[in-house]
C-alpha cells in the first residue's frame, strides 16, 4: 500500500486544481460549500502526501519514483509531463499541504464574512495546486511552468483586496519584481535544452556530470540563480515580499512558508547537480543568501507593522537557507525551509490572530497587553519566536545548527560569523515584537478577546510542529533528515557542541537584551533613535532600496520609455495603421467580385480554370522543350 | 473480406432510412424523439467507427478501403454531424412537421461525406460526392418561405452542377490516359499527356469548388448565408472535410506525376485563397457570411498542409480538419443560439453577450481565438503543424503567406469579441441555450482547449492515419 502510493503521487497535485475548476465554474455562488470543496481537496492531497512520504522516508531515501508522458514531440524537442518523488520532493510535500491545509482551515475564521470568500478559495486552492505541481514536476520545462502559475497565484492572492490601492500595487510589484528573475531562469532552461537536448533532471545530472565547459555551466547556473533571487526574495530583487503582506494574513503566511518563497530554495536544491558543479557558482550563492540574511536583519530591527517585521525576517531566513545551500550544505538548507515553514506560517497567523482581534491594527506600539486576552495566540507566538530564534530543544535551533556548521565546517568562517549575528540579530527583533505587543504597557490589547477555535487550532498544530519538526535532523534521531534529502557527494559533519553553544548563547543574549531594552526600558529607546538617527532612518527606510529603484524606474526605464513610446506612436502606428487602411481597403475593393449572379460566379469558375491551364502550358512548354 | 469492416456506413444507412420511415408512420407529436433517435444513431456509428480505427483492408479489389485514413474522417464527420444535431436541435424543432426529414437529409449527406472518405476508386467517390452535394442542396432550401435560403439552394444546385460536370470531365480524361479509375492503380500507369494534364486540372477545379478555394470560393458566402445555420455549420466544416480527405487521397496516391508539379498550382490556389478569405472577412457586418469567408481562409490554411506533402503537412492536414470541426462548430453553435433568441445573424445581434450569456461569449471567444491561431488552442498547434511541414518542403513564402494573414484574422475575429464584451445592447435578457446545445458548446470548449494543451493524442491518431502515403 505504502510502497504504492507514489504512483499516485500525481493526484496530489490535480487534486487543489480539480477544486479550483469547480469552485470558479460552478460553486462560486455557494461560499460555504466552495471553501468546503477546498479545504477537503487539500486534505486528500495531505493524505496522499503522508502516505507517499512515508514510503520515501522508511526507505531511508533509497525510493525514488519516476514517471511520465510524452506532451509535445517534435524533431529537436520532446517535452514530457511527469512526476518525480524522492526524498526533496517527499519533504516538500509534506510541508506544502500541512501548511496550506492549516491555513485554509484557519481562513475559514480570519475570511469570515468576506464578499470574495468562494474566489478567496479558489485562488487558495490554485495556489496550492502550483506548489504542487512544481514539487512535483520531473523536468524544467514543466517545473518553469508552474513556477509561473506559482507567481500567478500570488498576485491573485496578493491583490486580492484589490480595492485597497496598496494591495493592487503591491501585486504588481510581486508579479514584476519575478518576472525580472523568471527572465533569467528561463534563459537557463532554453540553454539547457539547446546544450543538452534534454530538460529532464536526472537525464541533465548524467548530461553535465560529463560535460567540462565551466564557463557555459558558471553562466547557466548564474542565470537560473536569478530564478530563486525573485521568487525566494533574495537581494536585490527582495523588495516585493514586505509589500506582499498587502493580501490577508493567512495568504501571508502561505507565502512566506510554503509555496512561494520556497519553490526558489526549492529550485535550488532540485537543480544542485547544476550549482554543484561549479563552484563559483556556489560561492555567489553563498554570498547572496548570507548578504540578505544579514541586510534584512538590521531592517527588522526598527519596524514597528507586526507584518513588516515578519516579513523582514522571513527573507533574513531566506538568506539562511540561500547561504547554506551556496557552503555546500544542501540538506540543511532543506532542513531549515521545513522547520521554518511550520514556525513561520505559525508566526503569520498568529499575527493575523492579533490584527484580527485588534481590527486591522498592524503598529506593535499600538498593542500592549495582549498575553492575558489572547492567552492561546501569545503563547503559541512565543514558541514560533523561541524556534526562529533558535532555542534549544525547538526545531529552528537544530536546522539553524546545522546551517551554521556547514559554512563553519566547509570553511567559510566569514559567513559562519554573519550567521551568528544574524541569529543575535532574530532573537532580539523578535522578542522586541513580543515584549511589545504582547507584555508592552500599550492599551490597544485591553479590548481584543481570543480567536475562534477555527483559527487557534491550527496555531496549536503548528505550535507543535514548531517544537517537534526539528528532531528528525538533529543527532537525537541520528540526523535521518540528512538520508531523505541529500545528494552525490554530500559531506556531512559531526555535530559539534560548541557551535550550538555559541548560537543558543547569542539567541538568549539577544531575548535577553530585548527585555531589558523594551520591558525593564534600561536604556531609552527615543534617545538612541535620537543619537544615531542617520542610522535609524537608514535602517527604518530598508536601506532606501525602494528609493533607489523608484529613480531608476523614473529616469532610466521611464526616459527609455518615453523614447520608444515616440517613436511607437509616429513610426511604427504609422506604418501599422496605414498597412490596416489599406487591408481594410482592398476587403472593401474584393467584396465587390461578389455580386449575387450565378452567371458571374461560373465565369469566374471558368476562367480560373483557363488561366491554370493557360499557365500550366506555358510553363509545361519550357519543361518539355 | 469481412461484411463488419463496413458496418459504420451499413448502420449509417440505416439510420437514414429509419428517420425516414419514422417520419412517416409518427404521428405529427410523436416525432419529438427523431432528434434523439439520430443522436443514438450516430453514437453507435462512432462506437463501430472508432472500433474499426486501425485496420488496413482493401475491400471489392480495392474499389473500397477500409483503413485508418477513412476511419480517421469517419470519426470527424461522424462528431460534426454528431454536434451539428445537439446543437442544432432547438433550431430544427422549429421546421415543424417537416424536421423529420432534415434529420435523414443530414444522415445521407454524412454517408456520403463517409464514402468520399473510404472511396478506392474515382466513381465510388463521385457518388459519395453526389450523396453529400445532393442532400446539402434540398437541406440549403429547406426554408421554403425565406427567399435568402430557396435563393441559396437554387444556386447551390446549378453551381454544384457545374462544379461536378468539371469533376467528372477530369476524371473521364485521367481514366482516358490511364485505363483504369482505382486510384491505387493510376500511379502505375501514368504518363505524361497534355489529356492527363488537362484531366488534372479539373479535377483540381472540381475539388477546389467543394472546398471554395479562390477562384471556385464565390458561391460559399451566399450559401452559407442563405441556408438554414445547422446545414451551414455541416457544410463548413463536413462536406469541406469529406473533400479534402479525397482531395488528398487521389491527389497523393494517385497522381503523382514528375513533369507536372500540381503541387505549385495548389500552393498558388492556397495563397490566394487565404489572401482573399481573411481580407473579405475584414468587411462582413452578418456572422454567417464573416464565418463564411473565414472558412474559405481555413480552407487555405489546410491546403498548404497538402501542398507540403510530407509527414508534417499531411499530420496537418488531418490534425487542424478535426480541430477545426471543434472550434467552427462551436462558433456556430453559438450562432446558432444567438439567431434562436434573437433571430438575427448579424454581427450588430452580438453586442453586449458578454453580460447577457458569459459562457456564451466565452466560448465564441475561444473558438475564435482557436481559428485565429492563438496559443494554447488547438488553432495554434495545427497551423504550427501546417506551416512547420510548408517550410520543411521548401515553401517558406507560402507559410509566410499564412502568418501574415492569420494576423489580419485575428482583427475580424476580435470584432466579433468587441461586439459581444465591450458592445452595449438594448436587450439585456439572458439568452439560455438548451441543453442539447449547452453540452455541445462544452464539448467544442472542451475539446478546443484540450486538443491545444495535450495534442499529442490526437497527433499520434493522425500520424497512424496518414501512414498509408
Not at chain 1, 555551466?217 to 509589500?243: C, E, N, R, T, Y
Not at chain 1, 555567489?284 to 540578505?292: E, M
Not at chain 1, 539567541?507 to 538617527?533: C, E, H, P, S
Not at chain 2, 454531424?81 to 442544432?88: A, C, Q, T, Y
Request: charged fraction near 10%; hydrophobic fraction near 55%; proline fraction near 3%.
Amino acid at each position: 500500500m505504502m510502497e504504492t502510493s507514489v504512483q499516485y503521487a500525481w493526484i496530489i497535485a490535480i487534486l487543489p486544481f480539480i477544486a479550483f475548476a469547480l469552485i470558479g465554474l460552478f460553486l462560486h455562488r455557494w461560499p460555504r460549500l466552495s471553501a468546503a470543496l477546498s479545504i477537503l481537496a487539500i486534505g486528500i492531497a495531505f493524505l496522499i502526501s503522508l502516505l507517499v512520504s512515508l514510503a520515501v522516508f522508511s526507505s531511508e531515501g533509497n525510493l525514488v519514483y519516476e514517471a511520465a508522458a510524452r506532451w509535445l514531440s517534435m524533431p529537436g524537442l520532446q517535452v514530457d509531463m511527469g512526476i518525480l518523488v524522492d526524498g526533496l520532493t517527499a519533504v516538500m510535500l509534506i510541508v506544502v499541504t500541512t501548511v496550506a491545509l492549516l491555513v485554509q482551515i484557519y481562513s475559514l475564521g480570519y475570511m469570515h464574512g468576506d464578499p470574495g470568500f468562494a474566489s478567496y478559495y479558489a485562488y487558495q486552492s490554485f495556489f496550492a495546486g502550483s506548489m504542487l505541481g512544481l514539487v512535483l514536476a520531473n523536468n524544467f520545462g514543466q517545473i518553469f511552468v508552474f513556477w509561473e502559475l506559482v507567481g500567478l497565484a500570488s498576485y491573485l492572492l496578493i491583490g486580492f483586496w484589490f480595492g485597497r490601492n496598496s494591495a493592487k500595487e503591491a501585486a504588481k510589484k510581486a508579479f514584476i519584481t519575478n518576472r525580472v528573475g523568471d527572465f533569467g531562469f528561463l534563459l537557463s532552461i532554453l540553454f539547457l535544452q539547446i546544450l543538452f537536448g534534454t530538460l529532464n533532471f536526472n537525464g541533465l545530472a548524467g548530461e553535465i556530470a560529463g560535460y567540462t565547459n565551466t564557463g557555459i555551466l558558471i553562466g547557466i547556473a548564474i542565470l537560473m540563480l536569478a530564478g530563486p533571487v525573485g521568487k525566494s526574495a533574495q537581494f536585490p530583487l527582495h523588495v516585493w515580499l514586505p509589500d506582499a503582506m498587502e493580501g490577508p494574513t493567512p495568504v501571508s503566511a502561505l507565502i512566506h512558508a510554503a509555496t512561494m518563497v520556497a519553490a526558489g530554495v526549492y529550485l535550488i536544491a532540485r537543480a544542485y547537480f547544476i550549482f554543484s558543479s561549479t563552484p563559483q557558482a556556489l560561492l555567489a550563492i553563498a554570498v547572496i543568501g548570507g548578504f540578505t540574511a544579514l541586510f534584512a536583519a538590521t531592517i527588522a530591527i526598527v519596524q514597528n507593522d507586526i507584518k513588516r517585521i515578519l516579513a523582514y525576517s522571513t527573507l533574513s531566513q531566506l538568506g539562511y537557507m540561500v547561504m547554506a545551500m551556496g557552503v555546500g550544505a544542501m540538506t540543511a538548507g532543506m532542513f531549515h525551509l521545513m522547520t521554518h515553514a511550520f514556525f513561520k506560517s505559525l508566526l503569520f497567523l498568529g499575527a493575523g490572530s492579533v490584527i484580527h482581534a485588534l481590527h486591522d491594527e498592524q503598529d506593535i506600539w499600538k498593542m500592549g497587553r495582549l498575553a492575558g486576552k489572547m492567552p492561546v495566540t501569545t503563547w503559541t507566538f512565543v514558541i514560533g519566536a523561541l524556534a526562529l530564534s533558535g532555542i534549544p530543544p525547538l526545531s529552528g535551533f537544530w536546522s539553524k545548527d546545522e546551517i551554521l556548521l556547514g559554512a563553519y565546517a566547509s570553511g567559510h568562517i566569514g559567513l559562519y560569523i554573519l550567521g551568528t549575528i544574524v541569529a543575535f540579530l532574530t532573537a532580539f527583533y523578535m522578542f522586541r515584537l513580543i515584549f511589545v505587543a504582547f507584555f508592552g504597557s500599550g492599551e490597544g490589547g485591553l479590548k481584543a478577546h481570543e480567536s475562534p477555535a477555527v483559527m487557534s487550532v491550527p496555531l496549536v498544530i503548528l505550535a507543535v510542529m514548531a517544537i517537534i519538526a526539528g528532531f528528525v535532523g538533529s543527532p537525537l534521531m541520528n540526523n535521518v533528515f540528512a538520508h531523505w534529502v541529500s545528494y552525490p557527494g554530500a559531506v556531512h559533519h559531526n555535530p559539534s557542541l560548541g557551535i550550538m553553544a555559541v548560537s543558543s548563547l547569542v539567541a538568549v543574549a539577544g531575548i535577553i537584551l530585548a527585555w531589558a531594552v523594551y520591558q525593564k526600558k534600561m536604556v531609552d529607546v527615543a534617545a538612541v533613535k535620537t543619537r544615531f538617527n542617520g542610522l535609524y532612518q537608514l535602517l527604518y527606510h530598508k536601506y532606501y532600496i525602494d528609493e533607489i529603484y523608484q529613480w531608476l524606474i523614473d529616469h532610466l526605464i521611464d526616459g527609455t520609455a518615453k523614447v520608444l513610446f515616440w517613436f511607437d506612436v509616429y513610426v511604427i502606428n504609422g506604418l501599422v495603421n496605414g498597412i490596416a487602411a489599406l487591408t481594410g481597403m482592398a476587403g472593401q475593393v474584393l467584396r465587390y467580385t461578389e455580386n449575387g449572379q450565378v452567371q458571374t460566379y461560373a465565369m469566374y469558375m471558368f476562367a480560373g480554370i483557363i488561366v491554370i491551364i493557360g499557365l500550366v502550358m506555358m510553363a509545361g512548354f519550357a519543361i518539355v522543350l | 473480406m469481412q461484411i463488419s469492416m463496413l458496418a459504420p456506413e451499413i448502420e449509417i444507412a440505416l439510420l437514414g432510412l429509419l428517420l425516414l420511415v419514422l417520419g412517416l408512420l409518427l404521428p405529427h407529436k410523436g416525432r419529438g424523439i427523431m432528434g434523439t433517435v439520430t443522436f443514438l444513431g450516430l453514437v453507435i456509428a462512432l462506437l463501430l467507427s472508432a472500433a474499426g480505427f486501425g485496420q488496413e483492408e482493401a475491400l471489392f479489389n480495392g474499389v473500397y478501403q477500409a483503413d485508418s485514413y477513412g476511419s480517421f474522417f469517419k470519426l470527424l464527420f461522424i462528431l460534426a454531424g454528431l454536434l451539428v444535431v445537439l446543437s442544432g436541435s432547438a433550431y430544427i424543432q422549429r421546421l415543424g412537421r417537416r424536421a423529420n426529414e432534415f434529420y435523414s437529409f443530414l444522415v445521407f449527406a454524412l454517408l456520403g461525406m463517409v464514402v468520399m472518405a473510404a472511396a478506392g476508386e474515382l466513381i465510388t467517390l463521385y457518388i459519395g460526392l453526389e450523396l453529400m452535394t445532393i442532400s446539402f442542396y434540398i437541406l440549403t432550401a429547406y426554408l421554403l418561405n425565406n427567399e435568402l435560403s430557396v435563393e441559396a439552394g437554387l444556386k447551390y444546385l446549378i453551381l454544384g452542377a457545374i462544379s461536378s460536370a468539371v469533376l467528372l470531365f477530369g476524371i473521364s480524361l485521367v481514366y482516358a490516359v490511364s485505363g483504369t479509375t482505382v486510384i491505387s492503380e493510376i500511379a502505375g500507369h501514368m504518363q505524361f499527356q497534355p489529356a492527363m494534364v488537362a484531366g488534372i486540372i479539373l479535377m483540381i477545379a472540381g475539388f477546389a469548388f467543394k472546398l471554395s478555394l479562390v477562384p471556385f470560393h464565390m458561391w460559399a458566402p451566399d450559401i452559407y448565408q442563405g441556408a438554414p445555420i445547422p446545414v451551414t455549420a455541416f457544410l463548413a466544416v463536413g462536406s469541406k472535410a469529406a473533400a479534402f480527405a479525397a482531395f488528398v487521397r487521389v491527389f497523393m496516391l494517385a497522381l503523382p506525376l514528375p513533369q507536372f508539379e500540381w503541387g505549385l498550382v495548389l500552393a498558388v490556389l492556397a495563397a490566394c485563397t487565404i489572401i482573399l478569405g481573411n481580407l473579405v472577412a475584414l468587411v462582413q457586418t452578418d456572422i454567417k457570411r464573416l464565418l463564411a469567408y473565414s472558412s474559405i481562409a481555413q480552407a487555405g490554411y489546410i491546403l498548404v498542409g497538402m501542398v507540403a506533402g510530407n509527414e508534417y503537412g499531411l499530420k496537418g492536414v488531418l490534425f487542424y480538419a478535426m480541430l477545426y470541426v471543434f472550434s467552427n462548430l462551436g462558433a456556430f453553435a453559438v450562432a446558432t443560439a444567438v439567431e434562436v433568441e434573437t433571430g438575427s445573424t448579424s454581427i450588430e445581434a452580438f453586442k453586449a453577450l458578454g453580460k447577457r450569456s458569459p459562457m456564451l461569449a466565452a466560448i465564441m471567444t475561444v473558438c475564435l481565438l482557436s481559428l485565429a491561431g492563438i496559443p494554447p488552442l488547438a488553432g495554434f498547434v495545427g497551423k504550427f503543424y501546417l506551416f512547420s511541414g510548408a517550410i520543411g518542403a521548401g515553401y517558406l513564402w507560402l507559410a509566410f503567406v499564412g502568418l501574415l494573414m492569420s494576423m489580419v484574422s485575428v482583427y475580424y475575429y476580435l470584432m466579433v469579441a468587441k461586439a459581444m464584451y465591450i458592445g452595449t445592447n438594448d436587450d439585456m435578457t439572458p439568452i439560455k441555450p438548451d441543453t442539447s446545445t449547452r453540452v455541445a458548446l462544452w464539448i467544442c470548449l472542451a475539446a478546443t482547449v484540450l486538443i491545444g494543451v495535450y495534442p499529442a493524442p490526437l497527433s499520434a491518431l493522425a500520424q497512424t492515419a496518414i501512414q498509408l502515403f
